[in-house]
């Protein structure tokens, strides 16, 4: 197969996502018009323009909130993916930042119906007071109804009581002095195994074992199925079967990514982060086995110190492509994506 890529930077200022402009015979325009719409998707919008409307119930909506990992920066927040479909809004751990993307996305803190885990560093749950304690606020961007409700691995319980002890100042406060309802600070906490964990409004989320290191047990990975389509998101693994088998024809399938050079290699410390996440090669293997219709990158892992540059999104691409061919998307905070019938089609999305 001939195929000729080329890699452009977007225009939007601060960013530096990678765009892949794909010909291939036979399949040029369809290649196009995809990457022609992941471009629009990553340009600013003004405040002039017409912002990014509510889903309907009927319409399959992801967003990625956050692609980033522990690492501060601010063009990529901690790992967040928030799902719409069915009339519910599901979101897939709360690392660093949630909040505010939920508010760039156009959703109220408090419209969260449910934060799933997909296990319990934290990066994945450092942005969980955030979310629970100033959800429950009154103000119009909060506005909770009812329970903060959470799904995830052994020792999430333990988290929300936790919670519970640190912020007990604040919370009696503020019911004394605000009047805020103590019903909807409660944590209403389910902690799961593999197997269907919600099923709500023809909205089903499976939950998979993923292998993020022996130590690191018990982890998991998701499948959000609704009228006939799915996608499927990885949280942190190393290379999985098990997410090959439950992914396996989802339409939009999100994953994780991790890359060195191998200079830094020669250092245990990163040696050891390395072989708790998937390599661009093997994140290749998945895709071409799963064969999703769109595959999409999130929370980087990219290593590197001063001497030693940490791996490129482009090199991150390039090194995907030796064993996958299909459709693939370098992800970005604010990125959305509407799953119809057919396709996986990405939509412009708010200004970071």
Partial sequence: MQR????EKTANLGMNTLVELITTKGKSMKHFLMVLLTLLSQMPIGSAMAQVKAPANDEFR???LGTGSPAP????????VLVQAGGKNLLIDSGRGTTQRLMQSGLKLGQVDALILTHLHSDHVVGIPDLWLTGWLEANYAQRKGPFVVYGPKGTQALMDGLAIAYDWDIKARIADQNLKPESIQSKVTEIDEGVIYEQGGVKVVAFKVDHGELLQPAFGYRIDYAGRSVTISGDTRFSEN????ATGTDLLIHQVAAAREDLLKSPVFQVILAHHTQPHE????????????AV????????????????????FEMTRKTY???LLIGEDLMAFRLDAEAVVPLATRSQ
């Fill in 62 to 64: 992801v967003t990625l």
């Fill in 73 to 80: 920066v601010m063009r990529r927040f901690g790992p967040g």
């Fill in 243 to 246: 997410l090959i088998k439950f």
């Fill in 325 to 327: 061919d299909g459709p």
């Fill in 283 to 294: 994140a290749g293997i998945v895709f071409t086995r799963v064969k999703p219709k769109l």
């Fill in 4 to 7: 000729r890529l080329k890699f």
């Fill in 297 to 316: 990158y999130y929370h980087f892992v990219l290593l590197g110190i001063p001497g030693i540059p940490a791996v490129t999104e482009k090199e991150v």
